[in-house]
């Protein structure tokens, strides 16, 4: 397919966490997303191993369990939130945004089943699962080609989320998926076509108050 007329810096900084506008009820073609894959393939991985393995699920009755679980894990990490009350409760522009993070956040645990594509990144751990020191050189195996997928998603008009709350129950994901033993999996990537225009830049916090020159 032909990449949508975007510069790689419209690409980076247009990139969002699509939710509510997720098409649900158009189809993605198999071609399409085999595309974006084999770009998330040429990501970089630690001494080159490349042990990601991906799952692409489109079978309905996958998405719909997946989707229960999803919403299961969703719930729980709401009342979590809720509980702990609002951390931005003297700026009220980051409650509002917070606020409708929220929402959406429930929106999408409502509909994940319904999403067409659902792709979860996953890495070869090892028989003896994940190490209990220092894991980034492992993740950092997988989530740089997790977030290729998703750049080239965007460049082909194609909206994604990247989340990680079904992980809560991974072990029950990972039956439904049929996955061996020593394969962990990174996040959920639900994929689909977006509803509306496009999207812009999101407000961030200046560069200036999270930057430290040689030293904190």
Same mark, same amino acid.
């Given at each position: 397919?032909? $990449?949508?007329?975007?510069?790689?810096?419209?690409?980076?900084?247009?990139?969002?966490?699509?939710?509510?506008?997720?098409?649900?009820?158009?189809?993605? !073609?198999?071609?399409?997303?085999?595309?974006?894959?084999?770009?998330?393939?040429?990501?970089? /991985?630690?001494?080159?191993?490349? @042990?990601?393995?991906?799952?692409?699920?489109?079978?309905?009755?996958?998405?719909? $369990?997946?989707?229960?679980?999803?919403?299961?894990?969703?719930?729980?990490?709401?009342?979590?939130?809720?509980?702990? @009350?609002? !951390?931005?409760?003297?700026?009220?522009?980051?409650?509002?945004?917070?606020?409708?993070?929220?929402? /959406?956040?429930?929106?999408?645990?409502? #509909?994940?089943?319904?999403? !067409?594509?659902?792709?979860? &990144?996953?890495?070869? $751990?090892?028989?003896? @699962?994940?190490?209990?020191?220092?894991? /980034?050189?492992?993740?950092?195996?997988?989530?740089?080609?997790?977030?290729?997928?998703?750049?080239?998603?965007?460049?082909?008009?194609?909206?994604?989320?990247?989340?990680?709350? #079904?992980?809560?129950?991974?072990?029950?994901? $990972?039956?439904?998926?049929?996955?061996?033993?020593?394969?962990?999996?990174?996040?959920?990537? &639900?994929?689909?076509?977006? =509803?509306?225009? =496009?999207?812009? &830049?999101?407000?961030?916090?200046?560069?200036?108050?999270?930057? #430290?020159?040689?030293?904190?």
């Amino acid at each position: 397919m032909t $990449a949508l007329s975007l510069t790689s810096d419209e690409v980076l900084t247009t990139t969002r966490t699509v939710r509510k506008r997720l098409d649900l009820s158009r189809p993605v !073609p198999m071609a399409l997303i085999r595309e974006c894959l084999e770009i998330a393939l040429q990501a970089p /991985s630690g001494s080159n191993r490349q @042990g990601w393995e991906w799952l692409v699920i489109t079978d309905p009755d996958q998405r719909v $369990a997946i989707g229960s679980v999803y919403k299961r894990a969703t719930e729980e990490y709401l009342e979590a939130v809720t509980a702990a @009350g609002n !951390p931005y409760e003297d700026d009220p522009e980051r409650t509002a945004v917070q606020a409708r993070i929220r929402a /959406s956040t429930r929106y999408l645990s409502d #509909h994940m089943g319904e999403v !067409p594509v659902l792709v979860i &990144p996953c890495i070869r $751990a090892g028989k003896q @699962g994940l190490d209990a020191g220092n894991q /980034s050189g492992l993740w950092g195996s997988i989530l740089p080609a997790a977030w290729s997928y998703m750049l080239a998603a965007r460049a082909r008009g194609l909206g994604t989320a990247w989340t990680t709350l #079904h992980l809560k129950y991974e072990a029950e994901v $990972a039956g439904l998926l049929e996955l061996p033993a020593g394969v962990a999996q990174a996040l959920l990537i &639900p994929t689909a076509y977006y =509803t509306g225009e =496009t999207f812009k &830049p999101a407000s961030r916090q200046p560069l200036d108050d999270v930057l #430290h020159l040689d030293r904190w």
